[in-house]
């Protein structure tokens, strides 16, 4: 018989020999278990590596690994482009470098941020003609493949590379490889604070913890990017950064750090950018009302009310005006507010370059067939020379078979028979302008210039009833350029290759080279572009009229990728320019002479 007292003794007894729960995670953080950081679809096609050593892989498994040695993050070939990742850590702990091969261009950043693209200190133009496109990420940077669904962003902390993401825009591929966890109170006083978070895996964090700082116990910055992520994971607001004594990150000029935030900043350029859950990080932005001005030096903040606008290089202030040939604009909250143009939109195709109706500019990929332009009744598609980046024939048909007409170099015909001189129907009436140009003139008011030599370059204006009906390379003529790259099954695309690969007519290969094919091609291209860009040159009148940037990343594409008579590609391109800025009504001179260009 037992007695009340006896009773309470008993379940003493068994409360007593019961381990805590703080015991179990302490028996629990002995043992080094692999562990899934996050659910799938929260980590789906994301690599990551920070600390000293962790890294998280693409199916989420996570593990550590503590070497100076060189390892392969990862590597793969996608669309017969190699990819060829690889990272090695310094003696504290930090990434030293990354090296990033894509088919066999190097970029390899270096533990301060320095970016280095075949040897060469990298900048965003020189790496947008190779394979990445640079831009800031919040407080990280973000290179962005232009021929792979491939970005690399990393966080530079000065001393080394405490953090990097490997992300992929699609499913991963066959046949990767590649890499793609002690002592120290601070992780159990740390994770005491996440138990409701973590639940069940918190005494996994804890043994990755005390694997990730040990040996760098006087190395924070270790420490801290492993904070960061569960904290960040968390998304708590709990004041981590004082219990272990990580510092914020030191913001420049007028900005201020948070530790979540959007990680693209609002802008003068872009005061609205847009974002998604997936895009928050630690960031710097301005206060709140302001806008980061982008438009100057430093990292000043103002209003969207102050800030300046910009063309062809030069900052206009506010309420400033710009006029041209063909418009009024004027300066507000830091976009151009323009009266109606009086010259009639064109859309522009000068060998693999295009700019269509609403003035969008981009690069075709391949030596294929293309549909140009097509409305209701009328097609122009375009054909490239399987051995140079250059049209060798443009095709017009206007009411289905009714009028067929076939440019080629210095040969017009219809059907099939030669126009030396004049050709006129019901349907359009086709002319030589002059030794190098034929005119095409619709009964529906379609104008069509061909440039027939020394390259075959297509000029087109639509009237007024056009406007919102064509398709194909030269875009929807409606005014906007957001939805310019609409593809042939309707959608919208953000890049340029795939859009124009929809209007492509058969199989297209990528077989134009973006970057120069030897090294004398690249250094006439360097300088004989020049021009394009000399203040006190015989171009520089026209800057503020017609921006040079494209032009001359097209004159030096074309020259870097010319086989065989190289001053009459650069001459091509520089034509291109000089009617450019005929077209806004800007004579720049005999610029053939100064650049030995010959009519």
């Given amino acids: ?37 996050l659910n799938s679809t929260q980590l789906k096609y994301v690599c990551k590596t920070f600390g000293s050593g962790v890294v998280q892989m693409f199916n ?39 090296e990033i091969n894509v088919n066999k261009i190097q970029t390899r950043i270096l533990y301060n941020g320095t ?21 800031k990420y919040g407080i990280n940077t973000k290179l962005r493949s232009t021929v792979l669904p491939l970005s690399v962003i990393w966080s530079s902390v000065g001393v080394g590379i405490d953090s990097l993401w490997v992300k992929l825009e699609q499913e991963l591929v066959l046949g990767m490889t590649g890499l793609c966890g002690r002592p120290d109170i601070v992780c159990q006083k740390f994770f005491s604070n996440y138990i409701e978070c ?73 005061p609205a950018p847009r974002t998604n859950d997936q895009d928050i990080t630690s960031t710097c932005v301005c206060p709140q009302g302001e806008v980061l001005n982008d438009r100057a030096e430093g990292h000043d903040c103002v209003s969207v009310s102050a800030c300046p606008c910009v063309y062809a290089g030069r900052n206009y202030a506010p309420r400033e005006e710009r006029r041209t040939k063909c418009q009024i604009c004027v300066c507000n909250n830091g976009k151009w507010i323009c009266s109606q143009n009086s010259c009639p939109s064109r859309c522009v195709i000068e060998g693999q370059f295009v700019t269509t109706f609403d003035g969008k500019q981009y690069a075709l990929p391949g030596k294929c067939t293309y549909m140009a332009s097509k409305g209701f009744n009328w097609t122009i598609s375009i054909n490239f020379s399987e051995t140079t980046s250059s049209i060798q024939n443009v095709f017009l048909q206007i009411y289905q078979v009714l009028f067929v007409c076939l440019f080629s170099h210095n040969s017009v015909q219809f059907e099939k028979e030669e126009i030396r001189e004049l050709h006129q129907s019901d349907n359009a009436m086709v002319f030589w302008q002059s030794s190098m140009y034929v005119q095409v003139l619709t009964s529906f008011g379609m104008k069509i210039q061909v440039q027939m030599s020394p390259d075959l370059q297509l000029y087109i204006t639509l009237p007024q009833s056009e406007v919102g009906m064509p398709e194909g390379l030269c875009g929807n003529y409606n005014t906007d350029t957001t939805d310019d790259f609409t593809t042939s099954s309707g959608i919208v695309e953000n890049a340029a290759e795939p ?91 005999d610029w053939r002479r100064a650049n030995n260009c010959s009519e």
Wanted: proline content about 4%; overall charge neutral; glycine content about 6%.
């Fill in 1 to 37: 018989m037992y007695t009340h007292g006896t009773k309470q003794d008993e379940d003493k007894r068994r409360l007593t020999a019961m381990p805590s729960w703080r015991e179990n995670l302490k028996i629990l953080s002995n043992v080094y278990i692999t562990l899934t950081l």
């Fill in 60 to 98: 989420g498994t996570v593990f550590y690994v503590r070497s100076t040695c060189p390892f392969t993050l990862t590597r793969f070939t996608h669309n017969r482009v190699d990819c060829d990742i690889t990272m090695r850590r310094g003696e504290n702990g930090l990434l030293e470098y990354i």
């Fill in 115 to 135: 970016i280095f693209v075949e040897q060469r200190i990298g900048n965003n133009e020189w790496m947008n003609l190779v394979t990445f496109k640079c831009t």
């Fill in 198 to 270: 973590l639940q069940a895996n918190t005494s996994k964090y804890i043994t990755l913890c005390k694997e990730n700082i040990y040996g760098y116990e006087k190395e924070h910055y270790v420490g801290c990017a492993f904070y960061k992520e569960i904290a960040h994971r968390c998304q708590t607001s709990y004041a981590w950064r004082t219990l272990t004594h990580c510092p914020e990150f030191s913001c420049p000029g007028e900005l201020h750090f948070e530790e979540q935030g959007d990680a693209f900043v609002p802008t003068c350029s872009n």
């Fill in 499 to 589: 859009f124009a690969l929809s209007w492509s007519v058969g199989d297209c290969p990528v077989n134009i080279p973006k970057v120069c094919i030897n090294t004398d091609n690249e250094i006439f291209a360097d300088e004989k572009c020049h021009p394009l860009r000399d203040p006190s040159g015989i171009f520089a009148k026209c800057y503020d009229h017609v921006p040079t940037d494209n032009y001359h990343k097209a004159c030096i594409q074309r020259t870097c990728t010319c086989g065989t008579g190289l001053q009459q590609c650069l001459c091509v391109a520089l034509a291109n320019y000089a009617k450019a800025c005929a077209n806004q009504g800007i004579t720049v001179g």
